[in-house]
């Protein structure tokens, strides 16, 4: 059991150097790549629009193919789009690659998620773990990453750390092999029907985070002081967002697992909320790390929610899949929207402005059925 947890959870670490590096490099050297800053946002979020597109597809080719051989495909595309975004080759190549990303990005998240909740005895705890595993490919690339960009160039840098992404590939050949089981009635089609007040929260969450956030937080601090501090401070805080997985998922997942993952996801929300507003009066550190630690909290109590409550194994992968779609769709939108208003709102107004959201959204999610009577309302 936590062979399969760690194993896939290290995969996904070691895949997430370059796309964690991207979003602190492309917005500040987007010169340097021959982009315009309107490219960049297509390409920080046009992998989202494949993960939300291919995780109903993904989760059948789980089923049928397992877990083990897909997270080695995974691991092979994830090498193969780092390595390319160091070519330099212009838009089309790069947007070749971040599609490729997309798709190693929805087998590796699925994977690790249908690891971690196989068992539903300490879900919460496994996939606090998990996530925690996974963020520190993410916090080593921005900290160290941003710092050795100064001395090889912004090219350069993907294709160093594509070398330790192939690592991945050799750990998933090493995951324990599983028996598929044959069941038309593990096909899974995503039907983009109305979503219910929790899939609206993680749209936001995605949305505010990894799409306004992690793009204008280095815009934000370079109108405080010099360029390359800026690249620096920009990538610590990113890396934060990763930090605050790494911590706070393990740890309040295994408070989920204790008192009820509704009492934690409650609290975590209102402290999402405090962070954005924080952000929005300038107080960009301290905001910062209120918002991304209770992310990171969010980030295992959305499934821990959903593996409390529900007994049959096929319906938890779906609502997982479902949860993770409106997740990404959320950071899909949110950089494009962010590059397309800069003009006319500052990253500050618009950290306002969705706090405000996030607040009205989550006042629906405490009145309606969903939080009272549905399946994720777990006592």
């Known amino acids: 059991m936590w062979k399969s947890v760690i194993g896939s ?12 590096l991207i979003y602190a490099i492309l917005p500040v050297y987007a010169e340097t790549f021959g982009l315009t800053f309107v490219m960049v946002g297509i390409l ?46 212009g838009f089309i ?5 971040r599609i490729v990303w997309g798709i190693a990005y929805s087998i590796l998240v699925l994977s690790t998620l ?10 919460g705890t496994r996939v606090g773990i998990s996530q925690s595993i996974q963020r520190i490919g993410s916090i080593l690339s921005l900290l160290v990453g941003t710092w050795y ?7 350069m840098i993907f294709i160093i750390m594509a070398i330790p992404t192939s690592l991945g590939i050799f750990i998933a050949f090493f995951l324990p092999k599983e028996k598929i089981k044959e069941n038309k009635d593990n096909s899974y089609k995503f039907q983009f029907k109305k979503p219910n007040s929790f899939e609206c929260l993680y749209f936001l969450q995605g949305y505010g985070v990894d799409g306004l956030f992690a793009i204008t937080v280095t815009l934000m601090l370079v109108e405080q002081t010099q360029l390359n501090l800026a690249v620096l401070g920009g990538g610590a805080l990113l890396a934060l967002r990763h930090f605050g997985e790494a911590i706070a998922s393990p740890i309040f997942g295994t408070i989920a697992d ?9 609290i975590s929300c209102i402290l999402v909320v405090v962070g954005f507003l924080l952000i929005s009066i300038e107080m960009i550190v301290t ?23 529900i007994n049959n194994d096929n319906k938890v992968k779906n609502d997982l ?17 962010t590059g397309a208003t800069l003009s006319y709102f500052s990253p500050e107004i618009q950290h306002l402005i969705l706090g405000t959201i996030f607040t009205v959204f989550f006042i629906f999610f405490l009145n309606s059925n969903t939080f009272k009577e549905s399946i994720y309302s777990i006592k």
């Open 9 to 20: 959870s290290s995969i996904m670490s070691f895949a997430l150097l370059g796309d964690s």
């Open 44 to 89: 920080l979020s046009i992998n989202r629009f494949v993960r939300v597109l291919t995780y109903g597809i993904i989760n059948n080719l789980i089923n049928k193919f397992g877990k083990k051989n897909m997270c080695i495909l995974a691991a092979v595309l994830a090498t193969l789009s780092t390595a390319t975004y160091g070519l330099s080759l």
């Open 93 to 97: 190549p790069l947007f070749i690659a």
């Open 114 to 123: 249908f690891y971690a909740v196989e068992y539903k005895q300490k879900a």
């Open 149 to 155: 960009v100064t001395y090889v160039g912004p090219e």
């Open 258 to 266: 204790y008192i009820g993952a509704r009492k934690v996801f409650i």
């Open 287 to 309: 905001g910062a790390i209120i918002l991304l630690i209770f992310r990171g909290a969010m980030a295992s109590l959305g499934p821990a929610l959903i593996a409390q409550s």
């Open 321 to 337: 899949s479902r949860m993770q779609t409106f997740r990404d769709l959320g950071a899909a939108i949110g950089p494009i929207v």
